[in-house]
């Protein structure tokens, strides 16, 4: 079974960082994208960043310019530094991980909340 396991998360005031980590095992597909998803209390989850194998990274509007996306293909691990954070940032955070054949695996979360 995939195991994906994020860790970074936390409380940060407005205007601070967080730096979130993915860490992939028991990969039993490719890993061609690895990205950030987060989902905030009533609303649906939504797509951060992601990026390909090749390390073509792509963003959402809410956080180009803010947030940064990596990834280590060696250690099946992706990064997620955010910059800047603001109040409606706030939300769980989720790595996912995508085959280029329709495999995908979730992490279990990890709570950011940016607050004063």
């Known amino acids: 079974q995939v195991q994906l396991v994020e860790s970074g998360g936390g409380l940060v005031q407005p205007g601070g960082s967080l730096r979130l980590s993915c860490a992939a095992s028991?990969?039993?597909?490719?890993?061609?994208?690895m990205g950030w998803y987060r989902q905030a209390p009533g609303k649906e989850r939504e797509k951060v960043a992601d990026i390909t194998f090749g390390g073509t990274a792509n963003y959402a509007d809410f956080v180009k310019g803010r947030f940064t996306i990596s990834r280590d293909n060696a250690k099946n691990t992706c990064t997620l530094q955010m910059n800047s954070l603001k109040v409606e940032d706030t939300a769980v955070y989720y790595c996912k991980i995508s085959s280029r054949f329709g495999a995908n695996q979730w992490g279990k979360g990890t709570l950011v909340t940016v607050s004063s």
């Open positions: 028991r990969i039993t597909f490719n890993i061609y994208l």
